[in-house]
């Protein structure tokens, strides 16, 4: 919808910016209700990755990979979590016993550092987040 000032045109509303979208969206916005959360969400996670790249820096550097692989080695390719139930699971994820984000400092101590298989890793994951609110 628009309306015309003397010769001037003024548009009150925009279509929608995401693509095949032809929702109306009233102006300043430029994105529909339902695209306007896909637009929060992906800020967050580019966020996320801002204030993240100390982590990814460290997780893809050649030390983490050395020592990663020397955990493997250490727990003979086993979950640990699974083996303490007497299961014999491979093991995939090197986990940080403490959380790097709650003891950075303890990031590459052998004694930090269990193999889990996922869903192990899943469960310890979520256990950390409620105990140490992360």
Known sequence: MSF???VIRVALYNQCAKTMC???VEKPHKYCEKHRKDTTEREYNKNRYKYS???LAFYNSAIWRKKRNKIKRRDNYQC???KCNGIITVGT???HIIPTKVNWDKRLDDD????L?????????REDEKKYKI
């Open 80 to 82: 640990q979590r699974c």
């Open 22 to 24: 032809r929702e109306l």
């Open 112 to 115: 930090n550092l269990q193999l």
């Open 93 to 95: 994820v090197v986990d």
């Open 117 to 125: 298989c996922q869903s192990c890793h899943n469960v310890k994951t």
């Open 4 to 6: 015309f000032i003397g």
């Open 53 to 55: 790249k100390e982590y």
